[in-house]
């Protein structure tokens, strides 16, 4: 009988909801202090994790969750950027 194996758990940073990792969109800081939409979910860097609908990356960037997550200020050019790529997907 095979085992089952568990699905990764991730909070989102917006809602506070726990939910599998893959239903989630990684916001990766890479190296070079970069925000980035990270899709793979693969990128080198400290990540934070966001529902995708717009409503939570709104509330993660109002009460600045999402820079304490990432330790970093995220420019509004970056929030603008990450609204727009998540409209699109």
């Given at each position: 009988?095979?085992?089952?194996?568990?699905v990764p758990q991730r909070l989102c940073v917006?809602?506070?909801?726990?939910?599998?990792?893959?239903?989630?969109?990684?916001?990766?800081?890479?190296?070079?202090?970069?925000?980035?939409?990270?899709?793979?979910?693969?990128?080198?860097?400290?990540?934070?994790?966001?529902?995708?609908?717009?409503?939570?990356?709104?509330?993660?960037?109002?009460?600045?969750?999402?820079?304490?997550?990432?330790?970093?200020?995220?420019?509004?050019?970056?929030?603008?950027?990450?609204?727009?790529?998540?409209?699109?997907?």
């Amino acid at each position: 009988m095979p085992k089952q194996r568990k699905v990764p758990q991730r909070l989102c940073v917006g809602c506070g909801a726990q939910r599998a990792k893959k239903e989630l969109v990684r916001v990766v800081r890479t190296p070079t202090g970069e925000v980035v939409i990270d899709p793979s979910g693969k990128k080198a860097g400290r990540g934070a994790y966001i529902c995708p609908e717009s409503a939570c990356l709104e509330a993660a960037l109002k009460s600045r969750k999402l820079e304490k997550a990432l330790e970093t200020g995220i420019p509004p050019e970056v929030g603008e950027r990450l609204r727009q790529r998540l409209d699109g997907s």
